[in-house]
């Protein structure tokens, strides 16, 4: 089993709203990475990270932000959501055996 | 670059019919293979991977094996049942590498 969260799971925001989705693991990967996903579609790279106060642009360009202070913590920001911004965001933590990726359930946006 | 060919979708089948989903991939070195599977609603679960040419993976009761002279990686199952309708996404992660390579995912569906 993967030890890896996401919350919240659904979001329904207004257009203009902050919001912080959060990402967490417990197994010490140094590479996480968030996706952006339309239901049943392919996985589009958003964010990623190597460790400790490193951070990347994926190859979709995106209007979120993401930081990373912790190694277990990887949160995506959205400073004022819009309705192109509704999708479904899964973070992902890379490591052990064979550089297994593990996938959190993600987190569901809707932006009204 | 990295880069990974999944059979288009969706596969409809009938229930204990025989699976093959294809996947081919292109990568510098030797990566390592994985195949994901999302439930409606979820996040991608992994369900079976191989890291080494000649393996194969294997997990309830589906299979692929690594083939380096083929650059393949297709997914089988004898026999699949209704609850096994999802969506399939083949992936390879290269060991130097810090980005992932997914396919776009096959939709299967398998009905009575």
């Known amino acids: 089993e993967a030890d890896i969260y996401q919350t919240p799971r659904y979001l329904v925001i207004g257009t203009g709203k902050k919001i912080t989705l959060e990402c967490s693991q417990t197994?010490?990967?140094?590479?996480m990475y968030w996706y952006q996903q339309d239901p049943g579609m392919e996985l589009h790279l958003i964010h990623y990270?190597?460790?400790?106060?490193?951070?990347e642009k994926g190859d979709l360009s995106s209007e979120s932000t993401v930081s990373r202070i912790r190694t277990e913590h990887f949160p995506l920001t959205l400073e004022s959501a819009r309705p192109s911004h509704t999708s479904q965001y899964l973070c992902?933590?890379?490591?052990?055996?064979?550089?297994?990726?593990?996938f959190g359930e993600g987190s569901w946006l809707t932006v009204v | 670059g990295d880069s990974v060919t999944q059979m288009e979708g969706p596969v409809t089948l009938s229930e204990e019919a025989f699976l093959t989903i294809n996947c081919t991939y292109t990568?510098?070195?030797?990566?390592?293979l994985f195949w994901y599977v999302q439930y409606p609603g979820e996040g991608l679960q992994l369900l079976l991977k191989?890291?080494?040419?000649?393996d194969k993976g294997s997990n309830k009761g589906f299979e692929a094996t690594y083939r380096k002279e083929t650059t393949s990686f297709h997914l089988e199952k004898g026999s699949v049942q209704v609850s096994d309708s999802a969506v399939y996404f083949c992936?390879?992660?290269?060991?130097?590498?810090?980005?992932?390579?997914f396919g776009t995912g096959t939709q299967l569906k398998v009905e009575l």
């Open positions: 990270s190597y460790g400790v106060n490193s951070t």
């Open positions: 197994m010490g990967h140094d590479k």
């Open positions: 990568a510098t070195g030797y990566p390592s």
């Open positions: 191989a890291t080494k040419a000649d």
């Open positions: 992902a933590s890379r490591g052990g055996s064979g550089n297994t990726i593990y």
């Open positions: 992936a390879l992660v290269t060991g130097g590498g810090n980005k992932l390579t």
